[in-house]
């Protein structure tokens, strides 16, 4: 079992001791670990704002793979919050072309500048929602490209009501855009089973996008938690796995030193 995305104390929503999330990782099986703490440049929320102490993070998780490495296999990601706009995206390549990291998650938890988190959750037009969310990324990636994955690409679907069930319209097309793009760089997208724990119980992305991405010729998936307290570490692992197989996944995908590595799928 590998769990791709994984928050501790270094993120600004997590108090979680990494040492905890390893014993409990540990104690379910798990394999291979990728820490990925949270990163955003601009965040426009004036409490909190997704900064990592990179030295600090780096210092704990050698202590932590010193103690724990021989049981486990364990890495250093960063979960990197993208927006459009020039300043954001120079901010990106800047930041991720000073630091080391096994695996660059990249995530949209913003669009247009609003935080999804905390946005009002009546839209008069879903389906465009989905829309701008989509050709936002695709923006993003246009212009930047050193991150191996995306992030819960169905985010609105965790954070409004009416999208959890909401059958992609004429979005699906710049979702297409967004998968040759992604496809043609090499890069991957995660099964975030985090989704999970909200009032979307749902597995980000859906089902329908997950085959979606395969039929589109993807193959590079990671799984992750996303959790933010160790209990939640791998769970739901083997549901994303069944995901996975009933698309006709053949390889679940890890990353270190920003190699990936393909792990073949048991049927
Ligand atoms: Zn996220
Ligand atoms: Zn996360």
Do not use: W
């Amino acid at each position: 079992m590998f769990d791709y995305h994984i928050h501790s104390e270094f993120s600004d929503d997590s108090s979680e001791k990494m040492s905890n999330i390893v014993e409990e990782a540990i104690r379910k099986g798990g394999k291979k670990l990728c820490f990925t703490e949270h990163k955003e440049f601009n965040y426009p929320d004036k409490n909190i704002k997704f900064n990592l102490d990179y030295q600090g993070y780096e210092k704990e998780f050698e202590r932590i793979k010193s103690i724990y490495g021989e049981q486990i296999e364990l890495y250093m990601g960063v979960e990197i919050g993208i927006q459009a706009g020039e300043k954001n995206i120079q901010e990106l390549i800047k930041y991720t072309n000073e630091h080391k990291f096994d695996f660059i998650l990249a995530s949209a938890h913003c669009l247009e500048g609003v935080g999804l988190y905390g946005m009002d959750p009546k839209v008069n037009n879903l389906d465009d929602l989905f829309s701008k969310y989509f050709r936002e990324m695709l923006n993003v990636f246009k212009e930047f490209n050193d991150y191996d994955v995306v992030g819960h690409i169905d985010l609105i679907r965790r954070y409004f009501l009416e999208a959890q069930t909401h059958e992609l319209g004429e979005s699906k097309e710049v979702l297409r855009e967004l998968f040759v793009h992604i496809i043609q760089e090499g890069k991957g997208i995660e099964i975030n089973t985090g989704g999970l724990f909200y009032d979307s119980a749902n597995i980000n992305p859906t089902l329908d996008i997950i085959k979606f991405y395969r039929e589109m010729g993807g193959t590079i998936v990671t799984i992750g938690s996303d959790s933010h307290i160790a209990e939640r570490i791998l769970s739901n692992y083997e549901k994303a796995m069944d995901y996975l197989r009933c698309t006709g996944f053949e390889y679940v995908t890890t990353f270190e030193k920003r190699k990936k590595t393909l792990h073949k799928i048991k049927k």
